[in-house]
C-alpha cells in the first residue's frame, strides 16, 4: 500500500513548465532545441551553488584524508547517480571501493527496476547508516531533487546523529523544503526551474546533479593527490586502454619516448605516480613508495621530499 500523498505541487521540481506547454505538438528538431536551452540552466545553477560546492569537497577530501568514507544516499535517479559517482571512483583514482560508497533505497535491484516506493521508509535511510558504521570521520551526501525523500533525511539526521559530516543536496529552494533540522553542515540547492516534462527528476535535476557529484568527488580527489597538473596519476590499469592512458601519461611527463615509458611503468608495478618520483628523482621503486608515503600521495611533495633526501648536507 502506498504511503499517504501529500501536496508537493509547491515544489520547483514539480511546476509545470511554461516553455513547454506545447510539448506534444513540438518537432523532434524544436524537442532537441528545447532540451538544449534548459539544459544551459544547470551551468547557472552550478555557478550559483559555488560556494557550498567548495565548502562539501573540503569536507570530502578532510573525511578520506582522515581514514573516513564518502557516501552517497538517495533513492531513485539520485540514488542511481551517487552509486554512478562512487562506482567509477575506483578506476579513475586507483581508490578502494569502500572509500566511496552508493546506497540507494532498495539496494542494488534498484538500479535496474523502479523501487520508488522503498523512498518513504526514513527509518530504511536510518537503517543504512547503521549497517555501515557510519561515524565521525564519515561524510555523508543525501541527494533528493524535491528536498522531501523521508529516506534521505532519516539518513542524513541518523548520520549526523553519529557525528558525521553530511550535505544536503537538492534542487528546490530552502523556503520550499528545509534541511533536516540540526543534521546538515552543508546545504547544496541546485535551481534549474521547472522541469520540460512536469516532475521528471531524472531530466534537468538529474544532469545538474551529476555535474556536482562530478565536481564534488573530482576535486576531493584532486586535494588528495590524485591528480598532477590535469593528469590521473592513480589511474588503475586494468585495461588495455587504461594501460595507453598510463604510458603517455609517464612519457609525456617525464619526456621518453613510448618503449621506456613503457619499460619504466613495467618497472614501477602499473603506478603512474611512482613511475615519475623514479624517474625524477633517479630511485628505485621501493624508495619512490617510501617518499610518496611520507608525502602523504601527493607526488609534488614527495619529489620535494626525494630531492632533499639526495642533496648533500
Known amino acids: 500500500m502506498c504511503a499517504a500523498a501529500i501536496d508537493r505541487g509547491h515544489l520547483l521540481t514539480e511546476q ?10 513540438l518537432s523532434s528538431l524544436e524537442l532537441v532545441d528545447l532540451f538544449n536551452q534548459e539544459d544551459a540552466k544547470t551551468l547557472a545553477a552550478i555557478a550559483q551553488a559555488r560556494e557550498p560546492l567548495a565548502r562539501a569537497i573540503d569536507l ?11 557516501f552517497y544516499i538517495g533513492a531513485g535517479t539520485s540514488g542511481r547517480l551517487g552509486v554512478l559517482d562512487a562506482s567509477e571512483c575506483p578506476p579513475t ?19 535496474l527496476r523502479s523501487s520508488e516506493a522503498l523512498e518513504d521508509r526514513a527509518e530504511d535511510g536510518a537503517a543504512a547508516m547503521a549497517e555501515r558504521s557510519v561515524g565521525d570521520r564519515d561524510l555523508v551526501v543525501g541527494i533528493t531533487a524535491g528536498g522531501t525523500t ?5 539518513a542524513l539526521i541518523e548520520a549526523a546523529r553519529r557525528g558525521a559530516k553530511t550535505v544536503f543536496l537538492a534542487c528546490v529552494p530552502i523556503d520550499q523544503v528545509p534541511p533536516p533540522s540540526g543534521s546538515v553542515d552543508v546545504d547544496l540547492r541546485l535551481l534549474v526551474g521547472p522541469e520540460i516534462l512536469a516532475g521528471s527528476t531524472r531530466l534537468k535535476s538529474g544532469t545538474v546533479t551529476k555535474m556536482a557529484l562530478n565536481i564534488l568527488s573530482t576535486g576531493a580527489m584532486v586535494k588528495l593527490g590524485k591528480v598532477y597538473g590535469n593528469r590521473m596519476v592513480d589511474v588503475s590499469v586494468t585495461n588495455s586502454k587504461l594501460r595507453d592512458r598510463a604510458v603517455r601519461m609517464v612519457r609525456d611527463l617525464a619526456s621518453l619516448n613510448r618503449a621506456e ?24 621503486r621501493p624508495q619512490a613508495e ?24
Open 60 to 70: 570530502a577530501a578532510a573525511a578520506l584524508a582522515q581514514g573516513g568514507r564518502l
Open 150 to 154: 523521508p529516506y534521505v533525511q532519516g
Open 93 to 111: 583514482f586507483c581508490t578502494d571501493p569502500e572509500l566511496v560508497q552508493g546506497i540507494i533505497a532498495g539496494g542494488p535491484p534498484a538500479l
Open 261 to 284: 615509458a613503457e619499460d619504466l611503468l613495467d618497472r614501477s608495478g602499473n603506478r603512474v605516480k611512482t613511475a615519475l618520483l623514479m624517474h625524477w628523482a633517479g630511485v628505485d
Open 290 to 313: 617510501q617518499f610518496l608515503t611520507q608525502g602523504g600521495g601527493q607526488l609534488r611533495q614527495a619529489v620535494t621530499l626525494a630531492q632533499s633526501a639526495s642533496s648533500p648536507a
Open 16 to 25: 509545470a513548465n511554461p516553455n513547454s506547454e506545447a510539448l506534444d505538438q
